[in-house]
């Protein structure tokens, strides 16, 4: 093979790859729609005509019979379609997306028991993710939307914006992150984390977001005659920056904050290329104290976020409760104002 039929060859696998994507997309788009029509076809007979169990199972072995190797429409199949229609029916904003992601990932989002705001959410974070079935069990599990929610100002920087994003999902560093998929034993030390998350870094990026590239660990930098070590550094493609991670199994101390500062002026002045932008640092402690932290925090010159990890899945109760909390307190600011 000559060079150009190589080349040839490779630029139609590219064609193929391009739209074998694109047809895939369109299929699924068409499913979830033929569905949701379906949904609203027989939402509508149920409510007009009072139809129940007996004239959904007869239309399931009509369809069956004129279509014997169609799959999908028993009868409980058939009122997942209705439940599905009447769930975003009313929303003119969600009914659009549903569009987007797989029926698969449709059916995890419309069992889980929440309000159709988290939906939404679970909804765009498919989309932007393309989260397989797994994936998006798992944040769901980790109960990652109410800890989204607690991480309110810890918004990444960034120079642009995606079409159509508002405070788009995976667009924060998270208050609380759940690093429970580690499985640590009841003592462990900083090694036993960094080397279980890079043991795991697929699903530490899904924890932290999948524009985070990882790049190494004890990530050598030399300073003078010196060498330090980052434990994780990470490319995030959002913000155009390098991210280093250093990981703490106590609680936050402001010394911890001088140490990434450091970090980030060298990899800076060494490591940063030409267009992109400053360094960012993330401190992962076991626990912090708020106050501590926005005393440490008041006149940092360095983009630094300090965050707890926990190694347990927390109460979703919990969460909701945190959530009221910090909602009451703003509310109560706001009548004093």
Known sequence: MNDKEKQTTINILE???????????????ELVSLYYEIGELL?????????????????????????????????????????????????????????????????????????????????RLCIKNNYSKRELERQIASHYYERYLLSDGNELP????????????????????DLSFLDLPSCYGEKDVRDGLVNNIRDFILEIGKDFSFIGKEYRITVGNTDYYID??????????????????????????????FYLEALDRQERRGRENPSIGIILCSEKDQAVVEYAMSKNPYPVYISEYITKTLDKKMLENKIMQIRNLFDNADHKL
């Open 15 to 29: 064609m193929v790859n391009k739209h074998r994507n694109t047809i895939y997309l369109k299929i699924n788009e």
């Open 43 to 123: 939402s509508n007979m149920i409510n007009k005509e009072k139809w129940g169990h007996k004239n959904i199972e007869t239309i399931s072995k009509q369809i069956k019979q004129h279509i014997p190797t169609i799959k999908g429409f028993e009868r409980p199949n058939l009122y997942r379609m209705v439940q599905f229609y009447e769930t975003y029916r009313d929303n003119v904003i969600v009914s659009p997306l549903v569009r987007k992601i797989s029926w698969t990932n449709n059916l995890i989002i419309l069992h889980h028991k929440s309000s159709i705001e988290e939906k939404e959410f679970y909804i």
């Open 158 to 177: 960034s120079e642009k914006t995606l079409i159509d994003e508002n405070d788009y999902p995976n667009t924060r560093i998270l208050e609380i992150n």
């Open 232 to 261: 994780l550094l990470f490319f995030n493609r959002y913000t155009n920056s390098l991210v280093a991670f250093e990981l703490k199994i106590d609680k936050f101390r402001p010394e911890y904050l001088s140490k990434m500062n």
